[in-house]
């Protein structure tokens, strides 16, 4: 079983985690998701693209399999760059503002899901959420402040 040739790259230079992810926002209040594996940590909801998929195909997938509804109007918010919450590791999270088609249900590897300010006492939100996506959304007016 062969693996190919790897390419001479420093250790340091991994690439880091490629997540596709939606900040959708109704009455002021963003969407997040926890996953069985961690339910104490919440996200956006989003995921990985498997090989040859185009973001915004990853982003209809995973919505379909762990809320149920599809992203409305994806319109791209940022990239991020942040540690991932639950692998621990370099990731680059590109974020799309979106509506969703119906009433999500958390399915598949989710274990809740809230619709939050940002400011709830005790919410344990992943790096990437609390330093990154709050502050962008509540410059840009999409959350309360």
Do not use: C
Request: glycine fraction near 8%.
């Amino acid at each position: 079983m062969t693996h190919g040739h790897q390419a001479a790259t420093p250790p340091a230079q991994v690439e880091p985690l490629a997540v596709v992810a939606a900040a959708v926002v109704e009455n002021g209040r963003l969407l997040v998701v926890s996953k069985k594996a961690a339910p104490e940590i919440f996200y956006l909801p989003g995921g990985k693209p498997v090989a040859g998929e185009e973001l915004l195909e990853t982003l209809t997938r995973e919505f379909e399999e762990e809320l149920g509804v599809q992203p409305l109007d994806p319109a791209f918010l940022a990239d991020v760059d942040a540690v991932a919450a639950l692998e621990g590791v370099p990731m680059r999270m590109t974020v799309f503002g979106a509506r969703i088609s119906g009433i999500p249900t958390p399915a598949a590897e989710l274990a809740h899901m809230r619709w939050v300010s940002g400011h709830e006492a005790g919410l344990e939100l992943a790096p990437a959420v609390r330093d990154h996506v709050l502050p962008l959304l509540r410059r840009r007016g999409m959350l309360a402040a």
